[in-house]
């Protein structure tokens, strides 16, 4: 594990001799609610408001805010954030995707802002079902930087 | 959804009208990772170090910062965090509980306790399994308040 | 000037002895923009999507940050916050009340709320109108506490 | 709007393609108040004190804290701030510079200086003058990047 | 160490069932710079502008960052704090007190606050000076609570 | 004093002319504490679990939030960060070291970690030795940038 030296001490690893170059992250997860709960965030016949817009700003909000919560990240520039929501029959489909034109990779803020939209989403639907989940937070593919492209191998979930 | 208005507006909730009372939440989620890095986290005949001190310190300092991360939370007094963590063979279980004498509950403290762990230990085990993933970040129980207790039914996952 | 001693150094003023009360605050001010902008906003045969939705989670969040922003503001507990945003022919209108059931008013919460909300509309316009302003950020009543209601005198703009 | 997409959805737009450039942007706002207060902040036979270091203070600290206040703004390296408060017979003129050497713009940044510079001269007057408001955050010039020199136009208020 | 359980892991300590009461500490600390500097920052026949309020305003305004660095501390209100600077022939003395009415101490409060003044007065000085040093960052004493007043003892530096 | 105009009125320096070069700091500190917390510390015969390691997390978040902070620093890319913590007879030796490709030095980031540290330290100690305090905050040496490298002179402590 990189972020711990030899002894076992947590450390923010060196990047500044890597290179600047064009990023781009793709992190995936899912909101698990109820079936009156989707109707309620479809909105039919009412005005669903700002509910996915709270949640798109949460996660867009929540990737900037990625190095005050992951101890070890690094502070960058973080150049584009996106947040699509899809409201499925179970729940809602988060895929955030994240850019950048500096040092390190960007898939921890993709992964924040997934996390954060599915906080986001369980505050505004936990008065109608307190047990709502969020699952599979995920990256989906990576690409720039030293180690290129990767995608998610299919064998995993 | 109570965190909208009739015409759809995101506000704020007022609960300046809420007792003080006595409110614990418990949250749960797990790490799922190779059996490559469960080994690595266990550290046998090497320093596991630092890397579940991170998580459990980013998931205690992630609970504090749930009014920035959740638009519509409320910045309360969070007056006790827990964040246990336990190596299984397919990843890391990660529990959290929350506890305040405010004026409403602490679910989503718990919630961004756990999600914000859950990240730090993505963000520390990447390099060796970019796959990793986090799961079921759901609300155990809760306590306290007007709505009382509140246990996790057993059909939902 | 209550924030500065008798020698003239800032301070933050002790507050320890205030009775805890329920305490209310409403301010306002506006955006100024042009027709063409009122048009987009309005989104006439367009989706104006989540524009509006984004001033107001800036004003709600904004309110959240007053303590890190005006240097000599009480952290205390904010109990509930509404933006209110209303398109006019010359721009947006904007409202935000704040309550707490705290030591100190919470007027400070209501301007911030206020301009965080401006400064978000003045961002997403200002590729149409880079002269796009906020003026007459100011509180128009706020009640509770030891002073009681007081009420914006008519003669002040 | 360059902020939000085809379908309304709000994003942050990307910027990792554009040129890192200086960049520079000012922008103005004003308190107004009683003639009063503007005798207390001018100290005639008193110490003023840091009533003016505080405001100066906040605006600079404000501008760094844009992108957690501005949604959709970019965590940008912000490379100069200067607040420069003139005490008129109706209040304080606030003019702030911000400079970059990044790839966007930093009038928001100049902006939010302006609004925070004039939270805080309210915060600090409002024992004496509760009415007192913020009038014009608008910026006055920008220079550099794609689009060059922009000046505020002579018939915009 | 209250702050670990007892298998060594960290936690923040619940304190939900502490009694509201009115506490305060004073903490201590001093800047060591040269001959030089002290004449800058006492200003003679110059003028000695903001650098005093810019410590005085980091102190105020780090004592409130408190929960957001020093991981298991609690948030809490914070309802006074003042920073008290004096130059001294081989310095600047810095003097913090915080209060509150609320469920814990405010030591680390007023420490932080010495800790941040300091910080941002080598910040001023560092290009005449860059070995200056903060010295002696410790509590003076502190009241209220259950364990009532404790004074340094006159044995410990 | 860089920070002050001619006026004395403080300001964020303009860098954006400065070039992009890799700089280093390295400061230090110590925590001064009783022979029976450094027992603690030390963990003979028990587990000494987290302590440390919240130190050395306190240190490196702590770095990240300098421009927060300090309130003339300019918020930069900080490439690197480690804190190392050395348990002597008399307390903890820390030593802080940042690196950037940027614009500006480190050494406010080094001197932050090693403050954020120390405070984190005497808030785990404080139970069992309320009078522990931090020592000799200093840079010992920086490197790159256009002054090149400093290292502390002898005759400074």
Redesign the interface.
């Known amino acids: ?17 890597k290179t600047v170059t ?1 990023r781009r992250a793709v992190a995936a ?1 899912r909101l ?1 609610t109820t079936a009156e709960v989707v109707t ?1 965030l479809r ?1 039919d016949g ?6 996915l ?2 949640a ?3 996660g ?6 990625t ?18 929501l899809t409201i499925t029959d179970t729940g809602v489909d988060i895929v955030a995707t994240t ?5 390190t990779g960007v ?2 803020e993709a ?2 802002a997934v ?2 939209a ?3 989403l ?7 079902d ?10 989906l593919r ?1 690409e720039g930087g030293k180690t290129g492209e ?1 995608v ?2 299919q064998d ?2």
Chains 1, 2, 3, 4, 5, 6 share one sequence.
Request: hydrophobic letters at 50%; a positive charge; aromatic letters at 2%.
């Open positions: 594990m990189t972020h711990v030296d030899a002894d076992g001490a947590a450390r923010m690893v060196d990047v500044s001799a064009v997860g698990v309620l909105g009412l005005p669903k408001g700002d509910a817009a709270v798109r700003l949460a867009i909000m929540g990737a900037k805010r190095p005050d919560l992951v101890p070890l990240c690094h502070p960058i520039g973080l150049h584009g954030v996106t947040v699509d850019r950048t034109a500096d040092r898939e921890m992964l924040t996390a954060t599915g906080l986001a369980i505050d505004m639907v936990k008065a109608v307190p047990a709502a989940s969020i699952e599979a937070v995920r990256v990576k990767w998610r191998p995993r979930p």
